[in-house]
């Protein structure tokens, strides 16, 4: 039989709240936001993670998500998404190992660049003041966000999804119980 | 093991979901305790698309929404049951969802279906045999409209 686990504890209030810290996350880019009531997904997917699922995720987005069949089966029990075996196909990718590379996922087109896809990708640990210096619309002069386990050479592939601008790929990134987003027009230099 | 048959188990939850909270509440006295259970979904009120066909083979079409109240439950074993009922019955949906659970256990299932579940419908199929007995006194045969053709 399934180990299905509980979401929210309040449906509405604590997608609401989880709603607000990606829009703050996204307008703030590389700025640290701590959800409040994260619900305790199944392994691997991260408290910050299952959130972002619950939030975003609906019968409407098709999902991509390679952390196994307990996760695929909490995720389409509380959100009713739609999953797709190709993360080419899917709105939302969930990476917790080795992610899709950016330039295989849904980009959008030059008139609805809002089709795009975003990747919601699993971290060992965020960590503002350090590490990556991030420039762009949402951050003054610059800001500075160390991200432990960052797939290898993502500042590169960032770059090349920096080219196809308007199109490209969002991203936000989630540790334990926190989320920093890295949306499409936010330039990043390794510092 | 006892294996139970999709056509059992729509049956019980068929008679949960009818029964409602007090009608559950009255017959669980007589029951062995309800197994503990944390709260998947729910229990939660929505709307549902009515869907019907004129005639049984006409084009679908939407007939109007209704309130319905679901609720899934987890037992500590891991058994998910589900219910979903008509209308606005919190504590029933709830209380169904966990018999459903529970009904699905081998070593639970003859004592439940014994002393929930059968009285339940017996008191529902009596309920229906009397509305249609009432609307059967009622019944007008249109003889004169045939004799007179």
Known sequence: ?191 | MTQMTNDERRNWMGVLARAGAAGITARLDAAPPLPPHTRLRGPEIGLTMLRGRAGGDGAPFNLGEMTVTRCAVRLEDGTVGHAYLAGRDLRGAELAAVLDAALQDPTRRPALLETVVAPLAATQAEARSETARKAAATRVRFLTMANMR
Do not use: Y
């Open chain 1, 1 to 191: 039989m399934s180990g299905l686990l509980p979401g929210f504890t309040d449906p509405v209030l604590d997608a609401q709240s989880a709603f607000r810290a990606v829009l703050e996350a996204m307008s703030r880019p590389g700025r640290i936001q701590r959800l409040q009531r994260p619900p305790a997904p199944p392994a691997p997917l991260s408290p910050a993670s299952g959130a972002v699922l619950l939030t975003l995720a609906d019968s409407g987005t098709p999902l991509f998500l390679d952390t196994g069949p307990d996760a695929e089966e909490w995720v389409r029990f509380h959100a009713g998404c739609p999953l797709v075996a190709e993360p080419a196909e899917a709105e939302f990718v969930l990476a917790s190992a080795l992610p899709p590379k950016l330039a295989a996922l849904r980009a959008g087109t030059d008139e609805d660049p809002q089709t795009s896809a975003t990747l919601i990708l699993q971290v060992e640990s965020l960590e503002e003041g350090a590490g990556w210096h991030l420039t762009g619309p949402g951050i003054e002069h610059a800001h500075r966000l160390r991200v432990a386990g960052a797939p290898q050479g993502f500042v590169a592939e960032w770059a090349a999804n920096a080219v196809r601008f308007p199109r490209g790929v969002d991203v936000i990134l989630c540790a334990g119980d926190t989320i920093a987003a890295l949306p499409r027009s936010v330039s990043i230099r390794e510092g």
